[in-house]
Every structure is written in C-alpha cells, then in structure tokens.
C-alpha cells in the first residue's frame, strides 16, 4: 500500500474537487492509488472531476493563421500573464503560428526554422527574448489542418491582440460548395469548439479505455440504486450515451441553437452550399490547458488536516 502523504491528497484535491477529509478516506480505499482514488470519489458522487476544466498556472499566448486551405495553430509558455501583453513577444507568437503554418504544424521542425531577420533558429530566438523579457518561456505545442478542397477557419477567444489570445481553434471542413458560406458555418463551428472543448471528432476516435473508464464508473454507481441487473444495464448505457454527446464534437448540440446535433448541422449545410459538407477536422489549443499549479500554502493547509 503507498504511504497516503499530504502531497498525494493535494494532488486528488486539485484533481476532483473533493474535500480533504474525503480524498484522504478514498486513498485508504484503494490502498493510494491515485486513478483508482478517482474514481471512488466519483461513485460516492464527491468529486467536481467532470465538471472543472482542471486548475492551470501557464500563461503566454495561443497564435493561429489561416492561409486558404490550411490553417496552423501554436502555444507559448511563460510565466506571467503581463509578458502576453508584450510587444516583443506577440509577434514572437505570431511569427512562430506562420512557422507552424511552414512546416507542417511540427514543434520540433518549427524550433530549428530560421526565425527572420536575425540569423537565430526559433529556439535562439526564444532564448534571446527570455534574456531580454527576464521571464522563462517555452514553445509547448503546435498543430495544423489543411482540406484539399474546402476553408479551414479561426477563432480566437480572449484575443489580446490579432490572432492572438487565450483559446485558439481551427475548424477544417471539406467541400466543393461555395466558399463563402462554408467559412461562416466553419466560423461558427469553431466558436462551438472553443466553448464546448469536445474531446474528439467522432464516437471512434475517442480513447477506448476511458469510455470504458467512464463504464465502469457508471455501473458502480448505477448498482448502487438496488435496481434489477437490466435496469443497471439501460441506466449504464444512457449515461454511455450522455457522456458521447458531452465529449464529442458531432454527437454534441450545436451552440447556436443549443438542440440539433452538430453532424446535421454539418449534413444540412450541403443544401446551402451547393455540395456535401465534411468537417473533416479541428484544433483546439486552451492556454495551460493540463498544467496545474503550484500552491505551498496549500500543501501545508492539507499537511496540517492530516495531523489531526
């Protein structure tokens, strides 16, 4: 059994959203493991997991570009928010989104680019504005999409400066229809990713072992009801079929209207288009998305509940 220190129940806290004494009491039951701990709380109905996008302390700047039928999207790291409204580093952000753009949406090929102008490689570059900023910064990710026939479109939530912001999306829909209409549907479609942040394209695209994570869940909780082995199994199912229209982006509802499903708001546009319409892809890129913060006053406010 792992020992149950005040850093493991931090971590479960800051994972769930449960409450220390409830987090302790979960790693007691599965003997410290931290997944498994999880998912205990979620069956007792304690943890906020599902209902939090996490707590995240990187800051710096999500840049995209368009250019026709492709599209890029990067992420840079830093560790204050102020360094985001920095001149310099702005069109570091948005020259390295138009590296992306050159080179496939490859981190590492877009870190050893020569960066313009200097003689530096994107790297060096970044080097030198840490030592000009005084701030530590990092490339983290960087992703592109391109249709061979078809728009890929932007959006940028919380935008601090042209296609510069917080959360950047790229929508890529396929068609020989008219141009004009598919980019104000992909638009529109890349505004509902940025709010309802799905977890992949499709039903069969999603990671096979938390839909059966997600399964397991529910039938631990479903079973607590008392009810008949069938009734578990149709309670089960139903929430399998909830937790598809949460996590997927064309099994979800679309945001414009907040009822018909994206695949038929994708399927119908062939009638205003001219042609069939294929949503052939997305990126979204949430500034820190995954990175949690660090917090010693934290640690020692769940040190000390673990002493009494």
Not at 255 to 281: H, Y
């Amino acid at each position: 059994m792992a020992e149950i220190t005040a850093s493991l129940v931090k971590e479960l806290r800051e994972k769930t959203g449960a409450g220390m004494m409830d987090c302790k009491k979960a790693l007691g039951e599965v003997a410290g493991d931290l997944e498994k701990a999880i998912d205990w709380l979620r069956t007792k109905g304690l943890s906020a997991a599902a209902k939090k996008a996490g707590r995240v302390a990187a800051e710096g700047l999500v840049g995209v570009v368009v250019n026709g039928t492709r599209g890029a999207v990067i992420e840079v790291n830093a560790e204050t928010d102020f360094v985001g409204r920095n001149d310099l580093f702005q069109k570091f952000v948005g020259d390295a989104a138009k590296l992306a753009l050159d080179n496939g949406g490859d981190l590492a090929k877009v870190a050893a680019a020569p960066y313009p102008g200097t003689g530096r490689d994107v790297q060096g570059e970044l080097t030198h504005l840490i030592a000009t900023i005084g701030e530590n910064m990092s490339l983290r990710r960087a992703g592109m999409l391109s249709v061979s026939d078809g728009v890929v479109a932007s959006y940028m939530h919380n935008k601090v400066a042209t296609d510069l912001g917080k959360i950047g999306v790229l929508v890529a829909l396929e068609s020989t229809g008219d141009k004009a209409k598919l980019e104000a549907l992909a638009k529109q479609l890349a505004m509902h990713v940025a709010s309802a942040n799905p977890k992949s394209l499709t039903i069969a695209d999603l990671d096979k072992a938390e839909v059966e994570r997600e399964r397991g869940v529910l039938t631990e909780k479903a079973a607590q009801s008392g009810k008949a082995a069938d009734i578990i199994g149709k309670m089960v199912e139903g929430g399998i079929r909830k937790a598809y229209q949460e996590w997927v982006l064309l099994e979800q509802a679309f945001i414009m209207d907040g009822k018909t499903k994206v695949s038929k708001v994708v399927d119908d546009a062939a009638n205003q288009v001219g042609a069939p319409v294929r949503l052939a892809g997305y990126l979204r890129f949430g500034l820190g998305e995954g990175i949690e913060k660090k917090s010693e006053d934290f640690a020692a406010e769940v040190a000390a509940q673990l002493k009494k």
